[in-house]
């Protein structure tokens, strides 16, 4: 079993839709979760991360950590083309400098 | 801003050929790293410098070295190519290798090997 897990997609919704972006992770020991953005043939680039459990939001986007069940969402509020990319899911490992990434899932946004 | 700067941005190589990728920060960074990235297997870690002066393997360090040249740079060199190897690398650095510490990105290089 990997230690994060992300359906790589692809993933197309209509513009305005609600986005729901899932990690599953195996450790429990993890704390720190992040999402990164790719846009393509870019590198990725920190969108938000949170500590523990609960919610993060920041305008259309919150991040949903669920630590007995060892899920963590993206949702993705009013959805707009610009948002098409690749969005990875990153936990650092209890080290930290081993940050474990999800394989991706590429989400287009039709207008 | 220019951040994270890795060249070359795209390279063709033949089996066996030798090259190296050179990446700069100009973020005064103490940690450096390389990543591979293939379809469906994210990205993984070739290698990394937690400070300068000290490097370390990653999940797959196999047919790559590296050199933390000073605390800006960290090149990544391929000694003998292998198909295997194609990929996208990029370079990045954070400001230390703690927990909940963000990455920056390089914008990658496309290598093939042929």
């Known amino acids: 079993q990997k230690e994060v897990e992300q359906d790589p997609g692809p993933l197309s919704v209509p513009e305005g839709a609600i986005v729901s972006l899932n990690c599953t992770y195996s450790n429990s020991a993890f704390q720190y979760f992040m999402w990164y953005r790719q846009y393509s043939r870019k590198g990725p680039e920190l969108l938000m991360y949170?500590?523990?459990?609960g919610n993060k939001e920041d305008g259309r986007f919150t991040a949903q950590v669920d630590k007995s069940s060892k899920y963590i969402s993206l949702f993705i509020r009013d959805s707009q083309p610009s948002d098409s990319a690749t969005y990875l899911c990153a936990i650092p490992n209890t080290g930290g400098f081993k940050t474990i990434f999800g394989a991706g899932t590429r989400l287009f946004v039709k207008a | 801003n220019a951040g994270v700067t890795q060249t070359p941005k795209f390279q063709v190589l033949k089996t066996g050929q030798s090259m190296t990728l050179q990446c700069a920060q100009d973020?005064?960074?103490?940690?450096m790293y390389w990543y591979r990235q293939d379809p469906g297997m994210g990205l993984r870690l070739i290698y990394y410098?937690?400070?300068?002066?000290?490097?370390d393997k990653g999940e797959v360090p196999n047919g790559y070295n590296v050199s933390r040249l000073n605390k800006r740079e960290f090149s990544l060199r391929l000694e003998s190519a292998a198909p295997s190897q194609t990929s996208v690398y990029f370079c990045?650095?954070?400001?230390?290798?703690?927990?909940?510490?963000?990455?920056?990105f390089g914008e990658g290089s496309w290598l093939t090997v042929v």
């Open positions: 990045a650095s954070s400001v230390h290798r703690g927990r909940g510490n963000t990455i920056y």
């Open positions: 410098s937690a400070s300068e002066g000290t490097t």
């Open positions: 973020m005064n960074h103490n940690s």
């Open positions: 949170t500590y523990s459990s």
